[in-house]
């Protein structure tokens, strides 16, 4: 995705903290009916674990990450531009050194 901004949607004015306040999002409505979040993870000496109950791709904005996703034993690198995807019913682990900027494009 390259555009740098959502036009036309509705965003959920209340936040969703996790671990802590380690990751901080907003739900973004589209007029389509789909969602999104928008959010930051901020660097944590231990891997965040997210599970996921719909397909979600996350887009990395900024910074770089490191992630597991499911079962495997074999950890990723992700740097802004890039994306993962996650299946629904499972899933990941995230960790990061840096702040950093993503959208989670829930895909269920």
Known sequence: MSSTQFD????IKKSNVYFGGACISHTVQFEDGTKKTLGVILPTE????FETH??????IISGECRV?????????????????????NSLFKI???EV???VCHLEG
Request: hydrophobic letters at 35%.
């Open 8 to 11: 036309h949607v509705t965003v």
């Open 46 to 49: 231990q891997a965040l674990t």
């Open 54 to 59: 719909v397909p979600e791709r996350m887009e």
């Open 68 to 88: 597991t996703i499911a079962d495997s034993n074999e950890s990723e690198l992700f740097r802004a531009g890039q994306s993962f995807y996650v299946p629904g």
């Open 95 to 97: 960790e990061t050194d």
């Open 100 to 102: 950093l900027d993503y």
